[in-house]
């Protein structure tokens, strides 16, 4: 055990109680609790412990990713982690790669890979670890090849504790075993029987690109099997000026519409991005007070996104009303399902006395408190803070038109545009299914016109999300549909109404699925590398 702590600016590292700070540690079963009471007033740095691990290359693991959009999958440990820092530095400085994942304060390494909260290990030598402390601090987990050990990394980084405070510093589950695991796993985060739903959303057609009679038409073509027609990026004139409707593109605003989408049976859907603003904005060139700003008074940019877009100061109470302001002008207007996005840049500054954890935490209950029972999904967030928050998690980054995005993007950074991705995460992330939340895969989409997925790689992408995830989005106008997409569009429904006990194995670039429909087994066979079904 080691504890990371400052004392009036001064750095200490222990390994047991002293006059500072007195440490305890208790054991229920798997589960191991650390928590510290202060006695003086001190600042945490970090807290970890080590097991010995036998690491066998042989072996798969997962280590999940830092973020939603983060690559997430099982591996041999002979795979490298991409790091963002061995990127030409022009290139990732010019679009903030780093800020979307989590090289900004973690170190990447050669000798070791890591995850976050969540860890397992298949092959001879089986382990499932998962965090329980997350409403305080991510557990960073790391394998160190070269040592055979595993360090369980309590991220308390920048947490202030009073005088005669007690926080918990560590509290985790680790298991020997992996089905034991994850079904400890599964009782920890008991089922949510989140409800399945099928949707539109106009942003893998359209992008930005959208205007009242793109909307109406597509809205005319879905069909009472629909539950939602969301309106994505596009609507606002800025990122972040989410109350100035393009009345150049939306000339009656986007009321006549939502009650068109009501009138038609289905809930009315919006996309967000409330933590940030572009550098286009009102909001950014009127109000540069409510941009975060770091410790040389720059403002934190979050990403290259748009025209570039900043991360808000989560401590102005300015912000704070604003951001509820957005969020009820839409509720008001009737909108029943809010996707939020870029949602990490909540905890991409740092704030005095807090985690990153907390940060998130705090910004996401936000979010819940300020919409209320309305759906929301979560979209390039931080995992384990969704939990509580958030009814449906995006499970992976965007789905790209063709496999596997533009060649230079593959160099850069883990949160990158794929449906090679994504579709990895979709499999490897389904056990949080419907307990964590319910996953969202992203859309499928079968249409022929300006997309370079083949033909089988459609069908692959409709099926598996329909397997593994609980919503399941298109963004084709389905009225332009020939008889054979009308039938692929109905094998996809039935699966993903229909599908019941599905289990999967990996084996090399191939994962073998198993599933039972109205009480008969099926099988497919999943290439990760072409993204096709080799049977099925």
């Known amino acids: 055990m080691r504890v990371i702590y400052f004392k009036n600016n001064k750095k200490h590292t222990i390994s047991s109680s002293n006059a500072d700070v007195t440490i305890s540690e208790s054991r229920d079963g798997n589960r191991t609790t650390v928590k510290l009471i202060a006695n003086t007033d001190v600042v945490l740095d970090e807290a970890d412990v080590v097991y010995p691990c036998h690491i066998n290359y042989k072996d798969l693991y997962f280590l999940n990713g830092y973020q939603s959009w983060t690559d997430t999958k099982e591996y041999k440990l002979a795979t490298q982690l991409r790091d963002i820092r061995k990127s030409p530095h022009i290139i990732s400085h010019m679009f903030a790669m780093s800020a979307y994942g989590d090289s900004h304060f973690y170190n990447y390494s050669i000798r070791k890979s890591h995850g976050y909260d969540v860890f397992y290990s298949k092959g001879q030598h089986e382990k499932?670890?998962?965090?329980l402390n997350y409403k305080t601090a991510y557990l960073i987990i790391e394998l160190i090849k070269d040592r055979s050990s595993i360090h369980l990394i309590s991220d308390v980084q920048n947490l202030e504790v009073k005088k005669g405070q007690e926080v918990t510093l560590l509290d985790y589950c680790y298991y020997d075993n992996f089905e034991k695991g994850l079904y400890a796993f599964w009782d920890a985060f008991p089922i949510r029987n989140v409800k399945k739903v099928l949707g539109y959303t106009s942003w893998y057609n359209y992008y930005q690109n959208i205007n009242e009679e793109i909307i109406l038409r597509d809205l005319d073509a879905i069909d009472s099997r629909f539950d939602v027609f969301q309106i994505d990026d596009g609507y606002e004139t800025f990122v972040g000026d989410w109350l100035d409707v393009d009345h150049n593109k939306f000339p009656n605003g986007l009321k006549p519409i939502i009650d068109k989408i009501h009138s038609r049976g289905f809930k009315a859907g919006?996309?967000?991005a409330p933590f940030a603003a572009e550098t286009k904005s009102r909001l950014f060139n009127e109000h540069p007070d409510w941009i975060r700003k770091d410790k040389k008074g720059k403002p934190i940019k979050a990403g290259g996104n748009w025209s570039g877009f900043y991360a808000l100061d989560l401590e102005k109470p300015e912000v704070i009303e604003y951001i509820k302001k957005c969020l009820t002008n839409y509720m008001d207007m009737g909108v029943d399902f809010f996707k939020l996005d870029f949602l990490y840049a909540a905890a991409l500054p740092t704030y005095k006395g807090k985690t990153r954890c907390q940060v998130q935490d705090e910004a996401y209950q936000l979010l819940r408190e300020t919409l209320k029972n309305k759906v929301i999904l979560g979209c390039g967030a931080n995992i384990i803070n969704s939990y509580e928050h958030f009814d449906y998690l995006r499970i992976g980054p965007d789905v790209s038109l063709e496999f596997d995005d533009v060649f230079y993007m593959r160099m850069f950074h883990r949160e990158r545009?794929?449906?090679?991705?994504?579709?990895?995460?979709?499999?490897y992330r389904s056990f949080m299914n419907n307990h964590l939340f319910g996953n969202d895969p992203d859309v499928f989409l079968l249409r022929d016109d300006n997309i370079k997925l083949s033909k089988a790689q459609r069908e692959a992408l409709g099926k598996l999300n329909a397997l593994f995830g609980s919503l399941l989005f298109t963004s084709d106008n389905i009225a332009t549909y020939d008889e054979e997409k009308k039938k692929t569009f109905d094998e996809v429904l039935n699966i993903f109404y229909n599908a019941h006990n599905r289990?999967?194995?990996?084996?090399?670039?191939?994962?073998?699925?198993?599933?039972?429909?109205?009480?008969?087994?099926?099988?497919?066979?999943?290439?990760?590398?072409?993204?096709?079904?080799?049977?099925?």
Do not use: M, P
């Open 128 to 131: 499932f670890i998962y965090n």
């Open 270 to 272: 919006l996309w967000l």
């Open 417 to 427: 545009i794929s449906t090679k991705v994504t579709l990895q995460n979709t499999i």
């Open 503 to 536: 289990r999967y194995v990996t084996k090399g670039n191939l994962i073998h699925i198993t599933y039972e429909l109205y009480g008969q087994k099926k099988e497919l066979t999943y290439n990760i590398q072409k993204g096709v079904f080799v049977n099925g």
